[in-house]
Nanobody, 124 residues
Framework: QVQLAESGGGLVQAGGSLRLSCAASGRTFRSYAVGWFRQAPGKEREFVAGIRTSGASAYYTNSVTGRFTISRDIAKNTVYLQMNSLKPEDTAVYYC?????????????????WGQGTQVTVSS
């Protein structure tokens, strides 16, 4: 069993930065791949970034490549999403999720555990 808790969301002006954190409970968290997803009002939940168990392999959706960076601190059981050059279209509730299989996935249904989400609002 893994429990996830996101933090770090807030209100920021366009061009600004935020760092989201996803803190996990459970000693086996290091064996889980982790993804960040987001959901804007009236839209489906979409993949943002993912990282495999070792932390060496990160991947992103095209719209955030070059602006967002996902990383993990295994010792702290925490995964981060550094978001730079934020745009109004990045406004959404951001969720972290974990999957027991360490493989890459952009599909929400393949993730086993989810956090409660944190709101990110980017003003123009």
């Amino acid at each position: 069993q893994v429990q996830l808790a996101e933090s770090g969301g807030g209100l920021v002006q366009a061009g600004g930065s935020l760092r989201l954190s996803c803190a996990a409970s459970g000693r086996t968290f290091r064996s889980y791949a982790v993804g960040w997803f987001r959901q804007a009002p009236g839209k489906e939940r979409e993949f943002v970034a993912g990282i495999r168990t070792s932390g060496a392999s990160a991947y992103y959706t095209n719209s955030v490549t070059g602006r967002f960076t996902i990383s993990r601190d295994i010792a702290k059981n925490t995964v981060y999403l550094q978001m730079n050059s934020l745009k109004p279209e990045d406004t959404a509730v951001y969720y972290c999720a974990a999957k027991s299989s360490g493989s890459r996935s952009r599909a929400p249904y393949e993730y086993d555990y989810w956090g409660q989400g944190t709101q990110v609002t980017v003003s123009s």
